[in-house]
């Protein structure tokens, strides 16, 4: 949801993410649901994870630019520019760019080459993280976010490795770095 939202403001302040939308597909299985938070600094103490969820995706479809589709990818096929994206009900999508933000519990989106690892930091065994480069590429054009990036098992810092994949794809996009930053007038 982080990297939607700053995928989404990022229109008004970046041209060419004018006329983009963003879709996100939720298979439904966070582990925020069964989470209640005393550190995470951006929500009350004691916040339950399923109420912060749905304040999330409130905020998130509050965008023009973004969609929220409840189901699960099965598989992403293309490259770097036009992917084709299709969900276990047989929907298809095409996608420029792509970020994955799916736990770290399994991996089984089909298609493309991406190399699933043994989660670096996790804090249970038999947890996984997708290969990424210092840009939180798993390949041309396909970005990993949170758990799956292989960060640490934190909201808080979950919910920053998807703004930096969000950034990063509007960095490429941009050829240079970028930043979206919404300031008081």
Known sequence: ?????TLASAKGHLPFMED???LVID????????????NFPAADIGIEGPKLLEEMKKRVVGFDNVSFLEGKVKKISGEDGNFVVETVN???FTA??????TGFH????????????????APRPNKIALKVDQHQRVLPGIYAAG???????????????????ALNLLSDLAGKTVIVHDVLK
């Open 1 to 5: 949801m982080a990297a939607a939202a």
């Open 20 to 22: 983009k939308t963003i």
């Open 27 to 38: 298979e439904g299985n966070s582990d925020l649901k069964r989470a209640v938070l005393r």
């Open 90 to 92: 047989g929907d298809i």
């Open 96 to 101: 420029e760019k792509i970020i994955l933000a």
């Open 106 to 121: 399994k991996f089984d989106i089909e298609g493309l080459p991406f190399e699933v690892i043994p989660h670096p930091v």
């Open 147 to 165: 758990l799956i990036a292989g960060v640490q098992t934190m909201v808080a810092t979950a919910m920053g490795s998807g703004t930096q994949a």
